[in-house]
């Protein structure tokens, strides 16, 4: 099973599996999965420092598609709580607070933890999709352009392939 295993991520490392991984892994991680795909891309530009842009964008792509999901899975879970409860007061001001933001708050759906559910918040909300779409996209891509670089070309003797 180690030696299967061995093999397999030894095959998804290689350049031309390595931007399906981390598209598979960016989209996974930006659902409502507890997983990071930073280490994805950073393994992959590491070994072929001439990905750098193609990883991000795919990166980008991948952790926003993921991102509409959970989009989406907000909007129908908000559909079904409606059909058998009603908000409480805190639900309602946090609410009201993100409303205030609209689709703009989808900027911060970079952050670790509070992120993912930011998206289906947005979903929840029934904000507008598409500039909700496009805010998660601009900020994943600062957040992988700026956590890719700083590792390979700040840090770049703290870690090695």
Known sequence: MEAWLAS???TLALPEFGLSTVFVVSFLSA????????????GLVKLNEGLFWPAVAVATVG???????SYWMGYGAEV?????????PAEVRALRMLERFGPKACLLSWLPIVGDPLCALAGWLRMAFWPCVLY???GK??????M?????WVFPGEYHP
């Open 136 to 138: 998660m996209a601009i």
């Open 63 to 69: 952790n926003t598609l993921g991102g509409s999901v």
């Open 8 to 10: 397999l991520l030894e």
């Open 31 to 42: 659902t409502l999965l507890p997983m990071g795909s930073e280490p994805a891309v950073f």
């Open 80 to 88: 079904a709580y409606e059909r058998i409860r009603h908000r409480k």
């Open 148 to 152: 890719t670089a700083a590792l390979l």
């Open 141 to 146: 891509c600062l957040r992988y352009v700026t």
